[in-house]
């Protein structure tokens, strides 16, 4: 799988896609007005069926890779799993292009030249289709309508944190301005007022002059996401959660000034790390906030905005614990497949950091750098993400009965996504990693616990851990 594995259906296309590649001349329009707290409104009138329609297929692409898989790996469960789990959620990104409501809110005014790019990027492309996949867990606990909904929170969410994050990795800021920066953008999606126009100000103020122009797509995000977050039946109660994961996303990716030039300091990013909360005791620094600078953790609580239950506090911890995991094994792949482009970006990233040794933690510069590391390290080092791989399934499968075996696909998804790139996909490491993974998904899949149940809706959780006390 050096290259993507197309059929007829996208034989033709090329990375980085633009909207061109798929759909010509489907753009949204809309009409920005002035309100009478002298904010804007705005109102669409078409869909982003471009934007939508590469996922669709990017998705249907990665299923074919991931079927193939099965040909090599036994990974304990048949591949038909993965055909139901692809058709259902290409069959849900129909339902968003087909609705009425099928915007995702961004002004086509925004989604010009270099900014339509970003939008469309393939990162930005491939970790979206990832957030939708995520639809799957809750399929059968949400209703068809509001899995619309709850997917365009999804990629909205993942657009607007996604572009944040290449602009801390891509800019020259410090600490204190890059914690700044994250803080100023999150704690809106959540505040109980916002207006655009006083946030753009202040956004423009703090980026850095290469990405003030990327302004107007933040603003627009985060008034798309806001707005839909704040109208779903359970938003509003889940708003303290979603605080709590961000605020340790923010302080982990703050942390990651420490891995880059000039402010490289690498005992004191692996000391920051080890002050994070995670599920079990033997995770040393680097693999405790390897869990917390990814936030699939934060999307699975848009499928729980319209759930029809809630679920009990045991559950809901469980679920949390599956997916701090589940963020581990993306942070850790997503290092692997980037070492050398973050060398050369002046990045001392977590692979090079478990594997490199005490030359490594007296690093004061990153570019430039040339690290001795054998088959052996990457062996070693994706063996261990595999067995997070294997606490993800065993804390999941505590959480609720998973009959249609949605995390062990997504075990199987998630390399596929994360080894890809604009030039194809990584099979060496791809094949590596999934043989590591392969004997310890048998294992996890041969036991079932049973099930943690879940409880009415309006049932007060009970739970001891609030947003500040488990925050770091």
Known sequence: MVSFWYDSEVSAVTFPMTPATFVEGQVSVMRTDIGPDGCEQSNANAGEADHLELIRRLLHQYGKVAESLFDYHDFGFPREIVRHHIANVEAEIRRLQASDNGTLGIPDEILQSEIRDVWNSKKNLRYAAGAIMISSRFHNEVRPE???????????YEAFVDTIDDVIDS??????????LMRHCLRFLTAPTFCPRDFREELFARLSPEHRPLTGLLTALAAAFREQFRASPHGRSLVGELDRLQENWILGEAYTMYQKDPTLDVNAFVAAGSQFPCPDKDLNGWERIS???SHTAAVTLFDLCYANSMMSPEAFDAHMNAWFYFDAVVTLLNNVMDLWPDIEGGIANIFLIARGGEEVRGLRQARGYRPTLSMKDYEAFLGRTAEFARRNLAYARTSFEDTDSFYP???????IVMFADETGIREDML???????APLMRQELATRPPPIPTIPLGTHSGRTRSAHTASS
């Open 409 to 415: 696909f997504l075990a199987v998804m998630a390399p």
């Open 171 to 180: 800019g020259g800021y410090n600490f204190a301005d890059a914690l700044d």
């Open 146 to 156: 509001d899995r619309v909904r709850a997917m365009r929170l999804k990629i909205l």
């Open 291 to 293: 869990g917390w600078i």
């Open 431 to 437: 094949h590596a990693y999934l043989r590591a993974l």
